[in-house]
């Protein structure tokens, strides 16, 4: 960045804790970059990030589906989070539960987005190619579904918190995967992570970290899960802290590093039963 003078950058989520782990350098301040954008950023390391290297990093939202995407580009901007943006002209966005009812502010939803209601796919994709059922449910009710699972605050704010097949479902409690990341990936043990569902006879979904410690010399023990356990515990609802936990030697990504989970385990295995996994359910009791 620095050799080419660039003003705007674009980022992912995964690069923003690989710089912060890198030495001190008198490089992060010689650029002139005005601002990043970008999507992913742990709320965690959002303003670590900004104030060690000196820009800052808008937030956005938005799908290959559509050309209008939502950013958190107004000051005061809601940094730390997951803030993405607010509807507006040419973009309608909504909260809305699984029967297509709207949602109270402050409760989980699934995002859904039009331009307006007089063109609602104006700006968006034509169709999925070959596949008119798949477009039909995709823009039931006049409102394309996004799959996303989000936040409307009183300020008409919109707050990410997972794809909805990231979402964990426990007694009733919906827990986004990607919070409890965030903060086990501020742990100083842990170098990744990655969070899912396991089924449970009682509470019909548990949590389960699938961590990947920093130092994997004979530290991958009950008293780690603990620590991390009670980490958890202690900055998240209780309910929220992993029901389960397993140390893992890597955790497969894409090309730009977006973890795949599905290749964790063997299709059909129960990880429940594979060795060293360590069950935590009796730890998780209300404060």
């Not at 509807?87 to 949602?103: I, T």
């Not at 989980?108 to 209601?117: A, D, K, M």
């Not at 707050?159 to 979402?167: A, E, L, S, T």
Request: a negative charge; charged letters at 25%.
């Amino acid at each position: 960045m620095v050799e080419s003078r660039a003003t705007i950058v674009h980022y992912l989520g995964v690069v923003v804790p690989m710089l912060l782990n890198q030495p001190a350098s008198p490089l992060e301040r010689a650029h002139c970059v005005r601002f990043g954008y970008g999507a992913g950023v742990e709320p965690q390391l959002h303003a670590v990030f900004e104030e060690r290297y000196g820009f800052p990093l808008l937030e956005l939202w938005g799908m290959t589906e559509m050309v209008r995407p939502l950013c958190d580009n107004h000051a005061p901007r809601q940094v730390g989070t997951r803030a993405f943006g607010r509807a507006r002209p040419g973009l309608d966005a909504c909260v809305m539960d699984e029967n297509g009812h709207v949602v109270p502010d402050n409760m989980p939803g699934e995002l859904v987005i039009r331009h307006s209601e007089a063109t609602p796919r104006r700006h968006f994709f034509n169709s999925y190619l070959d596949n008119p059922e798949a477009t039909a449910e995709a823009w039931r009710g006049g409102w394309f579904h996004t799959g996303d699972i989000v936040v409307r605050g009183p300020d008409g704010m919109l707050h990410f918190m997972d794809r909805r097949k990231n979402i964990i479902r426990r007694s009733g409690e919906n827990i986004a995967a990607a919070e409890v990341e965030a903060l086990l990936l501020t742990h100083p043990l842990v170098a990744n992570v990655a969070v899912m569902a396991l089924p449970d006879d009682v509470r019909e979904e548990e949590v389960l970290a699938c961590v990947v410690l920093k130092d994997r010399n004979g530290t991958e023990t009950a008293q780690t899960a603990t620590t991390l356990f009670d980490f958890c515990h202690a900055n998240l609802a209780y309910y929220k802290a992993p029901g389960w936990l397993w140390f893992a030697s890597e955790i497969p990504t894409t090309g730009t590093q977006k973890i795949q989970k599905h290749r964790i385990f063997p299709e059909g295995q129960d990880p429940r039963t594979l060795p060293g996994m360590f069950d935590l359910r009796p730890y998780k009791k209300r404060g």
